[in-house]
T-cell receptor, first 121, second 114 residues
């Protein structure tokens, strides 16, 4: 079974600064996807960024980028020029692609425990 | 607008009652999912369905039941057998399970047992 670990329950950062959220995962699969979701106080889950495991290039989306280290099974999220609207809970998620749908991770997301990020003015 | 709707937003249940949470999507997605979120914790998968008339148990299915009679709808029933049902429930949908596409989430239902 896959596990996703976010070791930082809470983080804080000053507006306009950079912060990195950590995520590690454990899997025996070679092909999978990784995601970072954001859950603001409204509790609506919003996709921040995604990464395909077979791509070596790190994904970027505007101020958000990842550091994907496949061998180390690490998938950290870097937020540059932090804004007050970035205050939220951030979840790392793993999506396996094993073709055996019964009892495996096929198509399902496994989430980490989340990191609460507070951006201070 | 395409999206996922969940109702009600808040739900109160008395001990021993069954309640049903609604989830509807108009994204033409094949797969739908139910998650439970407890305070300060991540999302845990209750049930999922990859196609109409078929569904699978997730990691915490005990005390819950679902149906998938229509592509657009995936209601979740919280039965009296669920001993600690107070939580935030999120419904999600996605395209083909093998696709790169992410899961899209509804706004959630907050269930409180009185």
């Amino acid at each position: 079974a896959q596990t996703v670990t976010q070791s930082q329950p809470e983080m804080s950062v000053q507006e306009a600064e950079t912060v990195t959220l950590s995520c590690t995962y454990d899997t025996s699969e070679n092909n999978y996807y990784l995601f970072w979701y954001k859950q603001p106080p409204s509790r609506q889950m919003i996709l921040v960024i995604r990464q395909e495991a077979y791509k070596q290039q790190n994904a970027t989306e505007n101020r958000f980028s990842v550091n994907f280290q496949k061998a180390a099974k690490s998938f950290s999220l870097k937020i540059s020029d932090s804004q007050l609207g970035d205050t939220a809970m951030y979840f790392c998620a793993f999506k396996g692609l094993s073709a055996n749908a019964g009892g495996t991770s096929y198509g399902k997301l496994t989430f980490g425990q989340g990191t609460i990020l507070t951006v201070h003015p | 607008d395409g999206g996922i709707t969940q109702s009600p937003k808040y739900l109160f249940r008395k001990e021993g009652q069954n309640v049903t949470l609604s989830c509807e999507q108009n994204l033409n997605h094949d797969a739908m999912y139910w998650y439970r979120q407890d305070p300060g914790q991540g999302l845990r998968l209750i049930y999922y369905s990859q196609i109409v008339n078929d569904f699978q148990k997730g990691d915490i299915a005990e005390g819950y039941s679902v149906s998938r009679e229509k592509k657009e709808s995936f209601p979740l029933t919280v039965t009296s057998a669920q001993k600690n049902p107070t939580a935030f429930y999120l419904c999600a949908s996605s395209g083909r399970p093998s696709s790169y596409n992410e899961q899209f989430f509804g706004p959630g239902t907050r269930l409180t047992v009185l």
